[in-house]
DNA sequence: CCACCCTATGCAACGAGTTGCAATACCTGT
DNA sequence: ACAGGTATTGCAACTCGTTGCATAGGGTGG
């Protein structure tokens, strides 16, 4: 039931295309909620419908038409109530941990190798986060508002990382 | 698709009913992968069908009748393959991220209010697992098998935590 | 005995998300 | 002109998970 909203905050930042969004979606709001681009156009056209959000339609040189979308004043209405309503925590969700926990039940030298490929995974992860960290904010205390929620999300992502790569690394050195 | 082999892996450790098994995936297994009564039994139906698991009719004093679940060869066979299998790395996806994210946009203080209920319930959380690690796990090093694996994921349980505190800290402190 | 609660199993309907494919517009290379 | 590639939008079918409800056995309190 969030994906609306992340849109909403998406088209708050910046009016798009469907597919502009599906490209923003992998790369920063998607770090912590993805989605392919059906299911961004299924959602938008129920946005549109629920009078969340307008459409125009744009053309471009050299390119199909796009149809862009931003936010109405019920769509903020929507958002701004979102915001405020508590949610519940969510839960873990992690196939690996459950591979980790029933390796016992298989060949563990195999289970160790996926490991072992996750951690390498988040390393890359891990790197690309300090990599925007260092580009986009260079000097944090100077921020406020939108970027400071940014760069607060982003440094989540960053400690999220971090604790993989020390949890995956204790599991690899317990079962050296 | 791995719910059938958090089962076959909770099987495996004990065989049980399945509302046993709902009981179970609220404590230890559900920490990082939660499922409903309903959903585990609909899938027990199923592994049944393709012959993952047996059952057995258990009469039991003072209560209904119970159906005991037990992995059966091909489900081992089945549980061995998949835990060997590379698995792709999970995304987060967490709306409280995306509220943090899109908090300009709606009454800031309703916002910090929910990172407070989300903080609170995380240091329950952390508490909860700390209080097992102490009366389960007193002694770590001795660990090995299953034992140590689940020491390991309820590791993970707490890095996990301890990052979520962290985070959502220094969220309230840069908005204080 | 009746109302109520707990255990245990299960169905049906819905919503969210994924996968695979299709259609259209426009460009480039041969 | 035609083949192939990319951008853009979209449909259909499927799986996964949630929510609400149903059924049935058995206990307990008034």
Do not use: C, N
């Not at 009016?15 to 969004?21: D, K, V, W």
């Not at 490209?23 to 009078?51: C, N, P």
């Not at 969510?90 to 195999?110: Q, T």
Request: charged letters at 25%; hydrophobic letters at 45%.
């Amino acid at each position: 039931m969030a994906l609306e909203h992340a849109l909403l905050i998406a088209l708050r930042e910046q009016p798009a295309s469907g597919l502009e969004l599906a490209k923003r979606f992998e790369r920063s709001i998607g770090f912590f909620w993805s989605a392919t681009h059906q299911q961004i156009y299924r959602v938008l056209g129920r946005m549109d419908g629920d009078g969340w959000v307008g459409v125009t339609e744009v053309a471009q040189v050299g390119r199909p038409q796009k149809k862009v979308y931003a936010v109405t004043a019920l769509g903020e209405e929507a958002l701004a109530d979102w915001l405020g309503r508590p949610t519940h925590t969510d839960g873990l969700r992690s196939e690996l941990a459950l591979k980790m926990r029933g390796a016992s039940f298989g060949d563990r030298g195999a289970v160790l190798d996926v490991v072992r490929a996750h951690l390498a995974d988040h390393a890359v992860r891990l790197d690309h986060y300090r990599q925007l960290m260092k580009r986009d904010y260079p000097e944090p205390a100077a921020l406020s508002g939108l970027d400071l929620d940014h760069y607060l999300v982003l440094r989540g992502g960053i400690l999220t990382e971090e604790t993989w790569i020390a949890w995956l690394g204790e599991y690899l050195e317990a079962h050296a």
